[in-house]
């Protein structure tokens, strides 16, 4: 692995596309460059799907499913405002609620992702993606137990706020209280972090 | 103005409810009430993406794992 790691450095930018690159191919319609999006992020994207869906054959589908979406929606994306990495978790993440809840409309849900992805903006985003990890896990980590708590319920098992104050006994007014502080926190640690990146090269 | 189905939340009342909104994680009454209001309000529209992709960042707590070729 490091070794490809130590190749890929020294071809450098001249032969590797970034991903702002391969989704503007993507927007003028390249398959390859579809293919080449898939092998970076593809382990990524099983990754969440798995852990949401449960089911391997179910996380191939929202795999799938997900690149599908990029490529139908690629001529939204604004490369100076999200990067292509949080776009693919974001429809990762709806694809796999998709499935955990069978009752909305697919098509509602899908005019909301196309606006949600349209909308974007992660201009805090830590180039480093090593770095950007270590963030996220601190910022989680330091959370109070049952923020954390809502936050996982939230994201990974797409539980509804109320859904959620049934299952932990808490009342609605808390876990909207907990959600608030959680998501508050989590950007506040994930907007230093990226400050600190800038001021440490 | 007075138009009976568009009495628009105020922005206070739907900077609380965006954290929950970003997580996709509102009931259905709540969720539109929030859509209704982003269409209009492009502060509360950009409080919503940057939220959005603070969620998006939680998928980083996941081990990636190579899907099946």
């Not at chain 1, 909308?119 to 601190?138: F, I, K, M, N």
């Not at chain 2, 969720?31 to 509360?44: I, N, S």
Request: include cysteine.
């Amino acid at each position: 692995m490091a070794m490809v790691q130590a190749i890929e450095d020294l071809a450098g930018d001249e032969l590797q596309d970034t991903d702002a690159q391969l989704m503007w191919r993507l927007r003028s319609r390249d398959e390859d460059a579809l293919g080449e999006l898939y092998d970076r992020h593809a382990a990524l994207a099983f990754g969440l799907a798995l852990r949401m869906v449960r089911d391997r054959a179910a996380a191939e589908e929202v795999v799938q499913d997900t690149f599908l979406t990029l490529w139908r929606q690629a001529a939204n994306y604004r490369p100076d405002r999200a990067s292509c990495r949080s776009w693919i978790c974001t429809i990762v993440r709806s694809r796999a609620i998709d499935r955990l809840r069978r009752s909305a409309s697919k098509e509602a849900r899908d005019g909301q992702l196309a606006e949600d992805l349209a909308g974007l903006c992660d201009t805090w985003q830590l180039a480093d993606e090593s770095l950007r990890a270590q963030a996220v896990h601190q910022a989680v980590e330091g959370l109070p137990r049952e923020q954390r708590q809502v936050l996982e319920l939230a994201y990974f098992l797409g539980l509804s706020q109320a859904e959620i104050s049934e299952r932990t006994g808490a009342p609605l007014g808390t876990v909207k209280g907990r959600t608030r502080l959680a998501l508050q926190h989590l950007r506040s640690a994930l907007a230093s972090a990226t400050q600190l990146e800038e001021v440490e090269p | 103005m007075a138009d009976e189905g568009r009495t628009s939340s105020s922005c206070a009342e739907v900077r609380d409810l965006l954290p929950a909104y970003a997580l996709d994680s509102l009931e259905m009454g709540p969720a539109t009430q929030v859509r209704e209001h982003l269409k209009e309000c492009p502060d509360c529209r950009a409080e919503s993406a940057e939220l959005i992709a603070a969620v998006a960042a939680l998928a980083e707590q996941v081990d990636p794992v190579p899907p099946p070729p």
